[in-house]
């Protein structure tokens, strides 16, 4: 909402902002009638008052105001009017996102959805996907695992030749939870102008998150230009006072449904059943049955529920973040800054190591716009990403493969430890879940990331009237590590001989913790891109022509580098805002064919 300060019998006043500056374009009108003035570059309006009338104010990008003119007589000084109006914390919806700046939405001919910075920081989550869930039209998202995979595996390997590229291995990307498509087709993800297939990113530095889906709209991609494109434009820099913001959200989590194993018991008798059906012998005779179902001697017939001795029952995350802007006529910035923090399902068992599912991640997004000359402006970002995460060793196969021993592990495999101590287990069993749990060592997973772009911006238009001419480039880095230190501890069958004296057969393997690197992968690239446009109006005709060429090169590890460049013009013209025609046309190369 906005606040005034008005006084009886003003009849001039001015509208500002929360920081005292002059709001321009505010309308002031009389409600019911035609009656109304617009503020100057000052803010200063004209306008005579009368008692109970009612008054409103609207502004571009502020929220508008109402007040009746009956409760000016109750202020003392009467000289002036002064109108405070609030800034919108979304932003009117008269553009449309383009990868490369906003397009005016009433002369927009493609097909898009986007949605902003409130719908999104909704949810909370270690990726922006959950606040886009059922947002936008055209973009279908469903959910295939709860928890992100740690990437272990490197996107090479070696050879006699050295190291050699897998096949299809690229850059790796931040979405392992969900499958994201539109038109039948995976769309490509653009942070900020520089295709990146990003999705874990503060929520609360991101602007606005479209999915572009026409012809037109992803003509940019060249041969790749029949997928459909995710646009994520995180925030920009405004012209107005300095201002500091911190948000701080807790989570709490748990799973929406946790299997419920049969009861021993139950299991004995159906395996049994089973195994008769398929004429085959039963694995346990009566007297096994009635010694589970009465538990006789949880060592030798044990009921163990696997998901609540290994799980707990909720996670918590943490989100913390701090946004600072501000600027002048020459110079505006972003800066953002947050951390995200989550913790995972898994019980706390050791206590000489970490062996919880962890992820965390420290983000820093900054944006710097400079207006050097009237005629030359300029615009900096840089965005750099560290993300560190933790799994139990599990024997080397990490949280995925704990979990699918546990869902495929019964309640009367075996004890969690024998009467003497050691770990529980048999032939069939020969690693025991709560050892992979706590004691089989733990796997780290380190991601860098650093995004960098500049855009150069020269208008002509006191030489030849609609000329300008920019140039953008960027340069992207990403590095994936991993380290795991892992171990294995033997289990031990417990049984009891016909004198009643206990009996320990060992199984399984004994492996002492050991350490072991692993360059998951590197990425590089260098992109560039130089570009003329000319837009003219000639009464109720409008045109505009642009021509550009761009290249990059991408490395993967130790693979050569790939080169795709396009050269784009466009053609755009319209009348009266009301009958448009567009065409584009794209020519595409590519050093590998």
Not at 392 to 405: C, H, I, Q, R, T
Request: aromatic fraction near 12%; charged fraction near 20%.
């Amino acid at each position: 909402a906005g606040s005034c300060a008005l006084h009886a019998g003003a009849v001039k006043g001015v509208v500002v902002d929360e920081y005292g500056r002059p709001v321009a374009q505010a309308q002031v009108s009389i409600k019911g009638t035609d009656t109304s003035v617009v503020t100057g570059e000052d803010g200063v309006f004209d306008l005579g008052l009368a008692d109970n009338i009612d008054l409103s104010v609207v502004a571009p990008g502020y929220l508008a105001i109402d007040f009746n003119a009956g409760a000016l007589k109750r202020q003392k000084d009467k000289d002036n009017v002064k109108i405070i109006l609030s800034e919108l914390n979304v932003p009117l919806q008269n553009t449309v996102p383009g990868v490369y700046g906003e397009v005016p939405a009433d002369s927009y001919l493609g097909s898009a959805s986007t949605v902003y910075t409130d719908q999104i920081n909704r949810a909370m989550g270690a990726t922006i996907i959950p606040g886009i869930v059922d947002k936008m039209a055209g973009l279908n998202i469903s959910q295939i695992r709860g928890a992100r995979l740690r990437q272990t595996d490197a996107n090479n390997s070696a050879d006699l030749a050295g190291w050699v590229p897998k096949l299809g291995a690229g850059m790796y990307s931040d979405n392992t939870e969900y499958n994201i498509s539109s038109r039948g087709m995976a769309p490509i993800v653009y942070v900020d102008g520089i295709e990146r297939d990003m999705y874990s990113i503060d929520p609360d530095a991101i602007e606005s998150v479209s999915i572009q889906k026409d012809a037109l709209s992803t003509m940019f991609n060249g041969m790749r230009s029949s997928r459909p494109v995710l646009l994520i434009t995180t925030k920009n820099p405004k012209s107005r006072g300095f201002r500091v913001s911190f948000t701080g959200r807790f989570g709490i989590s748990s799973p929406i449904k946790k299997p419920n194993p049969l009861d021993p018991a139950d299991y004995v008798y159906l395996l049994n059943e089973a195994l008769q059906n398929d004429g085959r012998s039963p694995l346990y005779n009566h007297q096994d049955y009635l010694n589970t179902l009465n538990g006789a001697d949880p060592m030798l017939y044990p009921n163990v529920n696997w998901y609540d001795q290994v799980l707990r029952d909720h996670s918590t995350s943490q989100h913390y973040n701090v946004n600072v802007s501000g600027g002048n006529n020459f110079a505006q910035f972003f800066v953002n800054a947050g951390y995200y923090y989550e913790n995972g399902l898994f019980r706390d068992l050791n206590e000489d190591y970490d062996t919880q599912l962890k992820y965390k991640r420290y983000m820093v997004d900054s944006k710097v716009n400079l207006n050097i000359t009237k005629d030359f402006t300029a615009s900096i970002s840089l965005l750099a990403r560290i993300e560190d995460s933790n799994q139990p060793g599990a024997s080397g196969g990490g949280y995925v493969g704990l979990l699918n021993d546990i869902y495929s592990t019964p309640n009367n495999a075996y004890p969690v430890y024998n009467p003497d101590g050691s770990w529980g287990g048999n032939v069939s069993f020969s690693n025991n879940l709560y050892a992979k749990a706590s004691n089989s060592g733990y796997i780290t997973t380190h991601n860098r990331d650093l995004l960098g772009f500049m855009k150069l911006n020269y208008d002509f238009d006191r030489y030849v009237k609609g000329l300008s001419v920019y140039a953008m480039g960027s340069v992207t880095v990403q590095e994936r590590s991993t380290t795991f230190r892992t171990s294995q501890s033997p289990v031990y069958s417990y049984g009891l001989t016909e004198n009643g004296d206990p009996v320990y057969n060992r199984f399984g393997t004994m492996s002492p913790m050991n350490s072991d690197y692993k360059d998951v992968g590197n990425y590089q690239q260098l992109w560039g891109k130089l570009g003329v446009d000319y837009e003219r109006q000639w009464g109720l005709h409008h045109f505009k022509a642009g021509l550009s060429g761009d290249t990059r090169q991408n490395i993967h590890n130790y693979d050569l580098p790939s080169l795709p460049s396009n050269i784009m013009q466009t053609l755009a013209y319209d009348y009266d805002k009301k009958y448009f025609a567009q065409v584009s046309v794209t020519e595409s190369y590519y050093n590998r064919y």
